[in-house]
């Protein structure tokens, strides 16, 4: 079975400063991937997703995401944070194929932003 | 064009008592999934209805149940609550193998 490691339960950083997110993944094959993010009272939003081909994907709000085999990882990044940009943020898994739409999620990481 | 709608937003329940929560799906999807968040975690996946069928399941008790009705709506039905069911369920739905749209979720709590 997949799972998903978020080692990072909460961050805080200052507005404008970079940000990066950890993500590790257990499973025999290449996985679906997804960042989504949650606020305060909230259902999740996608920020992006990696399926296959360019390991850097983009995704809303002007976050990316790198895919590394080698390291099983998925981390979130963004350039510039905005205070906006506080919430929880999950790293997720999917199977694929007949298990399409099981997602395996992480703990979560609280993004705090100082201004 | 509405997005998943989720009924109640609130509710609180006693220990024994029986919950039915409900979801109806983005315009066009036709797959509903359950997960339940409990506090300070990620969501768990319950259970995915498609054509009025339980397709997948998660690591839950048979207390969790579900329907999905010809229109694509879903129900969540949980049997003898216990204080640890208290959680925020999450309906998701999708067309095909398109990603997830989640719905705000229904916050229950058990008492």
């Known amino acids: 079975a997949q799972s998903v490691t978020q080692p990072d339960i909460h961050i805080t950083v200052s507005e404008g400063a970079s940000l990066e997110l950890r993500c590790n993944y257990s499973?025999?094959?290449?996985?679906?991937l997804f960042w989504y993010v949650q606020s305060p009272g909230q259902g999740l939003q996608l920020l992006l997703k990696?399926?296959?081909?360019?390991?850097l994907v983009q995704g809303i709000k002007g976050f990316e995401a790198e895919f590394k085999r080698s390291q099983s990882s998925f981390n979130l990044r963004k350039p510039s944070v905005h205070w906006s940009d506080a919430a929880e943020y999950f790293c997720?898994?999917?199977?694929?194929?007949?298990?399409?739409?099981?997602?395996?999620f992480g703990q979560g990481t609280i993004l705090t932003v100082h201004p | 064009d509405a997005g998943v709608t989720q009924s109640p937003t609130h509710l609180i329940k006693t220990r024994g008592q029986q919950v039915t929560l409900r979801c109806s799906p983005k315009?066009?999807?036709?797959?509903v999934s359950w997960y339940q968040q409990a506090l300070g975690q990620g969501p768990q996946f319950i259970f995915q209805?498609?054509?009025?069928?339980?397709?997948q399941r998660g690591n839950f008790p048979d207390r969790f149940s579900g329907h999905q009705f010809p229109n694509y709506s879903s129900e969540l039905n949980v049997n003898a609550l216990l204080l640890g069911d208290s959680a925020l369920y999450l309906c998701?739905?999708?067309?095909?193998?398109?990603?997830?749209?989640f719905g705000a979720g229904s916050r229950l709590t058990v008492l």
């Open positions: 315009s066009g999807h036709d797959t």
């Open positions: 998701a739905t999708q067309f095909g193998a398109n990603v997830l749209t």
């Open positions: 990696y399926f296959s081909g360019d390991t």
């Open positions: 997720a898994v999917d199977a694929g194929g007949t298990s399409y739409g099981k997602l395996t």
């Open positions: 499973y025999g094959a290449t996985p679906y």
């Open positions: 209805y498609y054509e009025e069928e339980e397709r």
